[in-house]
Every structure is written in C-alpha cells, then in structure tokens.
C-alpha cells in the first residue's frame, strides 16, 4: 500500500517524509549548559536541518546560568556548522525578572531577523526551576500566544507540586500552548503498538481477559546514575521512568480503541485506561511493588561501584533505582489479567520489552506432553534496541513423534525496512513546532498517574525503614523479591 506521500517503499533516512517547516521559528531552550540539551535536543535539530525540514530562517537561543559567548557554545556541540550559525546564548538567571528583561530583548531582536513571532520555550532544566521560569516568562510578556511551552517530566515530586505546576502553567499560558513531553511517546515502536493493535483485525480479538494470561513489561537499562547523581537523588526511579514512560506504554497496550488517532480521541483513551488501574493497597504495598537498589557487580564485563559510592550520591542514600510491580486494570477486559512491570538501572542490558502472554493450551493431545508444561503464546514488542515484534508458538519438532518446540517467528524495523527510525526528540520537537499536541501528555494523564504512584511514594516515605530498597548486585535483573513477586503467582519473568 503506498503512503501518503505515494511511496511504496520508505526512504533510508524517513525524516525526508517529514514536511518541510514554512514558517519561520525560534526555540529557546532553558538548561542549555545541560545534558538533555547536549545529547537530544541540538543533535535532534542538528538532523532535523540535515535532512531539510527546518526552514531557510529559524533560530536556537541557548539560556542558563553558565557564562560562555556563542561561540563556546556553539563548541559544545558535534553539529553541521551550518545549523551553529543559527544558534546562539545567553547567560540568565531563571529567578531574577530583571534578567529575563534583558532575555526579551535578545528574542525581540532575533524575532525579528526571521520575521515571525512562532516561538517556544523549552525547559530543560530540574523541574525545581519550572515554576520560576514561567512566571518570568509571564512578567516579561513572553507567555503570550503563540508562544509555546514545553516541558520534561518529571512533572512535579508528588500529586500536589504536579498541581502546584499545573496551576501555575495554566494561569500563564492556554492549554494549547503547553507540551508536556514524554519521549517514550516519540518513538517509532511505541506508536507501532497501535498500529499493530488497530490496523489488524486478528489480534484485537484476542486482546483481553479470555486470552491473554499476562503482560510483562521491562524497561532494562545497564548504564548507571552517571553524571546525573544530583537529579536522580530527587527523583528515584519510579518517578523518573514509571510515572511516565512505563505508564504511557501500558496504556498503549491496554487502552481501548479511540475513534481516531488524531487529537483528543487518543489522549482521552489513554487517560481511560490509567484511570482504570486499581490503586495499591498501602497496608501491603510490599506483595505488589519491589523496591531494590544497585549494589557493587560487574557489567558489560566491567566491575562498577554500587550506587551509593557514584559521585554525588549520599552514602546512606535510600534512593530506588529498580522498581517492579503488579497491577490489576479494573474493567471488563483487563478483569483479572495481571501486570507485571520493571525497570532499573545497571542490569544486565539495555532491552524494553512488552510481552503479552497468551494462556496455555487447556488440554494436551501429545502423549508425555502435558498441558502445563507447553510455553505458551506470547507476542513481544522489542521498544528498543533491536526494535521489532515477535510470535512465539509451537511447532512439530521433525522427529517420528510428536513434540512439539517454541519458535518465535521475527520481524525486526531494520530487516525489513532497511532505515534508521528517528529519533524520539526528532518527532517531538517537529511536532511542538508545528503545534500538533497529540503524541503528547495532557494534565489529566499527570494528575492519574500522580494519584496512583502519589500512596506509594508517601508510604515509603513513612516506613523508610520497612521500605528501604533491597540491594542487587549490578549486572543482575533486580533484587531476588521481584522475582517473587511474579513466581508467587506461578509465573516468571522472561
Ligand atoms: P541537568 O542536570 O544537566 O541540568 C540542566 C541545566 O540546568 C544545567 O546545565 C544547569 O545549567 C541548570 N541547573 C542544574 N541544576 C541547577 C540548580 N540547582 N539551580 C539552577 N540551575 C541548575 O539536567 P538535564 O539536562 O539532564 O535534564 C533537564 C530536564 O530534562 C530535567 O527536567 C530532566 O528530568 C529532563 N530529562 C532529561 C533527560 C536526560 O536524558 N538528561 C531525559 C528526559 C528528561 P546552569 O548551571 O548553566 O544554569
Ligand atoms: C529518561 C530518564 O527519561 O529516560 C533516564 O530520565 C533514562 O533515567 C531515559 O535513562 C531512558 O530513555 P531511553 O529512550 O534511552 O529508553
């Protein structure tokens, strides 16, 4: 079937299918001595001028703390020479409204050499400084339309600083101006899932409660805390990937069919969903979530140091960096379905993975087969890296009797198609240009995943010493409880 570009087949690099941008833009990205700036923003916009779709006359203004002229920082970056020209910094700082002043004038300036008044305000930046910056944004006039304003999870520690954030984004600026970013939406995999759930009809009808058994899903990775000690300190890992990522590939998995992909339809499906999860009980919070915390160990064949002896990180820290739990989805087609979800640093390797399990046969004909013994069914979203879907089944082993053996029957992107997916900022940030707020989060899908996770967070806080996290040894899969976690139930992690 040809695109909608009347392409048979996809391009090597598929962010030449993207529209060339028309109009005139300016981005200005707050924390941009920082990491994300360095290792996605500039280079998804180093690409996204690689492969034409910026236009002839747009501009990226650096804004932190740090003092440096354009040129070093420009140096900071490994990027088209001819993307840095349009590039350029400012030192402010976020809490003074006189420094902002001056902050508008170097926007007014170079708004007016693109001749366009399309901005956005990128916060790249600890959430501690969101709501500053946008009331200096406010004061100085800058939130006015069609000003946009995006901003990185986390959003907010809790329930009440995400409502704190809210309430402060939405005196200042219009539903339609914020974009609350969650990369994992980004990804070509991820919004596979839907394609693979709503453009099949084979599928769909297995997709509930009298034929999937499980759901697993793992967001694996082998890197640690690295450089970022003093955030991730703040956070810990369920707010970092399960308030977010985790939850808003759940709901892809889960949700119900929307009417339509674009716009509300999609969004207020995955908010559906999330509404339809069944909090945890606090009293025993420790049958349905693992806490655990990387200890010494070796990975990638290199010894590392626990947790508590990285660079800036307390020795006594209780600080979570691997999460699993089970969840229930109260609605008639989840009804009684588990799912098991982790995430962590420092395990073995980078893999995420969605694994729907499908129930075993209820009868084995094969003679010394029985039926519980037979692997069952199971269709696995490979998110990344190696990105793909798998089909697990059995099949006859070519032997006289009749044994049957599980193959897995593989597509994989790059096999198959032969291209590079883009990268998740590339999408996102061509769609906050564009102002197309569908891949993005709305405040009702913060406000549920706060609720549910906002308990978890208090009663470990509460009890630090009942909930203290159990220690792993880096380059293994999570303390030895997350594994118990789903044999208790008779089952096991993949
Ligand atoms: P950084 O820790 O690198 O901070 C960004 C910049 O903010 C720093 O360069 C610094 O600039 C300024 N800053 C840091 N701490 C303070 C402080 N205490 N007071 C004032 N300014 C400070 O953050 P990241 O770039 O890693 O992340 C930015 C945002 O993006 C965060 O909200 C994070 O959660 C989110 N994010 C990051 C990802 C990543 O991979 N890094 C992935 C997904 C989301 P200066 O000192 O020059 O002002
Ligand atoms: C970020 C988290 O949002 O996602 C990081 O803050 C994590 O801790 C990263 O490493 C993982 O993203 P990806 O795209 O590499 O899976």
Request: charge should be negative; aromatic fraction near 12%.
């Amino acid at each position: 079937m040809k695109c909608s570009l009347g392409l048979e087949k996809c391009p090597d690099d598929t962010l030449r299918c993207f529209p060339k941008i028309e109009q005139p833009f300016g981005i200005v990205i707050f924390g941009a001595s920082g990491d994300l700036t360095k290792r996605k923003l500039i280079p998804a916009l180093n690409r996204l001028f690689e492969a034409g779709i910026l236009p002839e006359r747009f501009f990226v203004l650096g804004a932190a703390r740090t003092k440096m002229d354009d040129k070093k920082f420009r140096s900071r970056f490994d990027a088209n020479p001819d993307f840095l020209e349009h590039c350029s910094y400012i030192s402010v700082d976020y809490q003074d409204p006189e420094s902002f002043k001056q902050l508008k004038n170097t926007i007014e300036t170079l708004m007016k050499r693109i001749d366009s008044n399309n901005l956005v305000f990128y916060l790249a930046v600890p959430p501690d400084l969101y709501i500053p910056i946008l009331e200096n944004l406010s004061k100085s006039g800058l939130n006015e339309k069609p000003a946009r304003v995006v901003i990185e999870k986390p959003f907010g520690k809790d329930l009440e600083s995400a409502r704190r954030l809210e309430e402060t984004l939405k005196k200042y600026f219009q539903e339609d101006q914020i974009f609350r970013i969650d990369h994992y939406l980004g990804k070509e995999t991820v919004q596979n899932i839907l394609v693979f759930r709503f453009a099949n009809f084979i599928f769909e009808e297995i997709w509930n409660n009298k034929f999937v058994d499980h759901v697993q899903i793992t967001m694996a990775e082998d890197i640690g805390v690295e450089h970022r000690a003093g955030y991730f300190e703040n956070v810990g890992l369920l707010r970092d990937i399960f308030q977010n990522h985790m939850l808003q590939v759940l709901a892809l998995i889960a949700m119900e069919p929307p009417s339509s992909f674009n716009g509300e339809n999609f969004r207020n499906e995955r908010v559906k969903l999330l509404r339809s999860i069944r909090p945890f009980p606090v009293e025993e919070m420790g049958n349905w979530i693992v806490r655990g915390q990387y200890g010494r160990g070796v990975v990638n064949g290199k010894e590392v140091p626990a947790y508590r002896e990285e660079p800036g990180v307390d020795e006594d820290s209780n600080v979570e960096t691997f999460v699993a739990m089970k969840l229930f989805i109260d609605n008639w087609r989840w009804s009684g379905v588990p799912f098991y979800l982790r995430a962590g640093k420092r395990l073995p390797r980078k893999i995420t993975e969605v694994a729907v399990v499908f129930k075993k046969i209820p009868h084995s004909i094969f003679a010394g087969v029985p039926s519980d013994e037979l692997e069952p069914n199971t269709i696995v979203f490979t998110l990344q890296p190696n990105e793909g879907i798998s089909l697990e089944f059995q099949v006859k082993r070519p032997c006289p009797g009749m044994f049957p053996q599980l193959l897995s029957m593989d597509f994989r992107y790059e096999d198959y198609f032969g291209v590079k997916l883009p990268d998740a900022y590339e999408r996102l940030l061509l769609d906050v240009i564009l102002g197309d707020p569908t891949l993005f989060m709305r405040r009702d899908d913060l406000e549920v995943s706060w609720e549910l996770l906002d308990p978890v967070l208090k009663a470990w806080e509460n009890d630090p010493i009942r909930f203290s996290p159990h220690v792993y040894p880096a380059g293994t899969w999570g303390p030895r409880e997350a594994d118990l976690l789903i044999e208790r139930d008779g089952r096991k992690w993949r």
